[in-house]
């Protein structure tokens, strides 16, 4: 650890923060020189190697995300055109099939039309583990291309548990507001607890925590997400 990380995380008392307070904690003990993101983890109590635990969905962020993304659409017809017209950044197929096969993955999010998914489904061994593969859970695979792009651009974020059961979702940068910031947690959070599998028994929320890109975790009080996750 450097020196600036430790000076940081001495400023991290072992204990739960509220929500607030744990953002503005966050904000204020950020030390690189770059907009750093600000990112909020959950452990849940569920077994993601059991595909109907599986915790996966998408939310609107009120604040956006204060990143730019590069959309790339899998569509054709008038869909292609609705894409385009729409503000994505890439759209077609075949060619982009091509360049994804050769390793090209200049690109942070795949809307795809169902009728293509057949072709794009191809395509699971490259992105699926990078957690790039459309899914209609996330509204990536749907007809309505213009409005999934124009969601995207508004700050609509996917989020799923990893092997630990662990997600990780981006809900800002350090220049937001803590305000801004709360919002944007409190509506993955309701997300999140909305999408508690039927199967999940015990404890839903295990541990949230904030951290910065660069900085040391901040533990968040959870006790107000058991109740409503119940």
């Known amino acids: 650890m ?25 904000r204020r003990i950020h030390f690189s020189k770059f907009d750093e993101s600000v990112d ?4 849940l109590g569920v077994d993601p190697k059991q595909s109907d635990q599986m915790v996966r969905g998408s939310v609107l962020l009120p604040h956006g995300t204060g990143k730019a993304v590069r959309i790339l659409v899998f569509a054709k017809g008038e869909k292609e055109k609705e894409a385009v017209q729409s503000g994505a950044d890439y759209v077609g197929v075949e060619d982009f099939i091509e360049k ?36 209609p859970k996330t509204g990536t695979v749907t007809f309505e291309v213009g409005k999934a792009v124009r969601e ?15 997600v990780h979702v981006s809900i800002g940068r350090t220049s937001f507001s803590t305000e801004q910031l709360s919002r944007n947690a409190a509506a993955v959070i309701e997300s999140i607890l909305r999408a508690k599998p039927a199967t999940s028994k015990g404890q839903y929320v295990r541990r949230v925590t904030l951290s910065s890109t660069m900085g040391p975790s901040v533990a968040v009080e959870s006790v107000g997400f058991h109740e409503k996750a119940a």
């Not at 090209?104 to 490259?126: E, N, S």
């Not at 995207?152 to 662990?166: A, L």
């Open 2 to 26: 450097g020196k600036k990380y430790s000076a940081a995380k001495a400023m991290v008392e072992p204990k739960m923060y509220g929500m607030e307070e744990a953002l503005a904690l966050v």
């Open 40 to 43: 909020l983890a959950m452990r």
């Open 100 to 135: 994804i096969n050769k390793g090209w993955l200049d690109f942070d999010v795949i809307v795809a039309t169902p009728d293509l998914m057949g072709t794009v489904g191809k395509l699971g061994k490259i992105l699926g583990p990078r957690g790039l593969m459309p899914n």
């Open 152 to 166: 995207i651009r508004q700050g609509k974020v996917e989020y799923r548990t990893d092997k630990g059961g662990i």
